[in-house]
T-cell receptor, first 115, second 113 residues
Framework: GAGVSQSPSNKVTEKGKDVELRCDPI?????LYWYRQRLGQGLEFLIY????????KSGLPSDRFSAERTGESVSTLTIQRTQQEDSAVYLC?????????????FGSGTRLTVV | AQSVTQPDIHITVSEGASLELRCNYS??????LFWYVQSPGQGLQLLLK??????LVQGIKGFEAEFKRSQSSFNLRKPSVHWSDAAEYFC???????????FGQGTRLTINP
């Protein structure tokens, strides 16, 4: 697609429920990243995919968080048994292949509110 | 480990005044450096990036940034700000190749009319 697409744009869920967030990167972008941005905070790295594998998942805060990517395209971030501290904007980004680091193209994010 | 410090949490300038947003990084090798802007309710947009070569880089919307290796800095500048520049600005550092970027905490820019 023309840009990075994330869905849903907003999600309100009850504490303890599971949620699934979706990211559709730019076509041809082999690298995909998930970040979390709490209100008034900077961006917190969660996980990075190169193709379908995740060389760096060091930012996942707990085993309630998991992510997968299939077909070198769509990625889903799943949060199980959501807690109020999971409330944040979840941002996805993608970048093209190559030896340089071109920086990311970000999606508009999914605003998750846990009540 | 990579890290980025943006010392100013909030800056207020008057419309038409010059602007400089500070960014200091910590990285063991030659860094790839970026500035992003996030307008209210919007995603992040890339303003400019530095890979190598000329240490003064030009970006979109009239912004520029200067890489100073001796000071480990990559400050963002604009000669004359416009009300539409009010936003949150993030500096980021990364390694060669498609790897994660480490972001600073951001500087919120307010423009006085």
């Amino acid at each position: 697609g023309a840009g990075v697409s994330q869905s849903p744009s907003n999600k309100v869920t009850e504490k303890g429920k599971d949620v699934e967030l979706r990211c559709d990167p730019i076509s041809g972008h082999t690298a995909l990243y998930w970040y979390r941005q709490r209100l008034g905070q900077g961006l917190e790295f969660l996980i990075y995919f190169q193709g379908n594998s995740a060389p760096d998942k060091s930012g996942l805060p707990s085993d309630r968080f998991s992510a997968e990517r299939t077909g070198e395209s769509v990625s889903t971030l799943t949060i199980q048994r959501t807690q109020q501290e999971d409330s944040a904007v979840y941002l996805c980004a993608s970048s093209p292949p190559g030896p340089k680091n071109y920086g990311y193209t970000f999606g508009s994010g999914t605003r998750l509110t846990v009540v | 480990a990579q890290s980025v410090t943006q010392p100013d949490i909030h800056i207020t300038v008057s419309e038409g005044a010059s602007l400089e947003l500070r960014c200091n990084y910590s990285y063991g090798a030659t860094p790839y450096l970026f500035w992003y802007v996030q307008s209210p309710g919007q995603g992040l947009q890339l303003l400019l990036k530095y890979f190598s070569g000329d240490t003064l880089v030009q970006g979109i919307k009239g912004f520029e940034a200067e890489f100073k290796r001796s000071q480990s800095s990559f400050n963002l500048r604009k000669p004359s700000v416009h009300w539409s520049d009010a936003a949150e600005y993030f500096c980021a550092v990364g390694a060669k190749g498609a790897q994660k970027l480490v972001f600073g905490q951001g500087t919120r820019l307010t423009i006085n009319p």
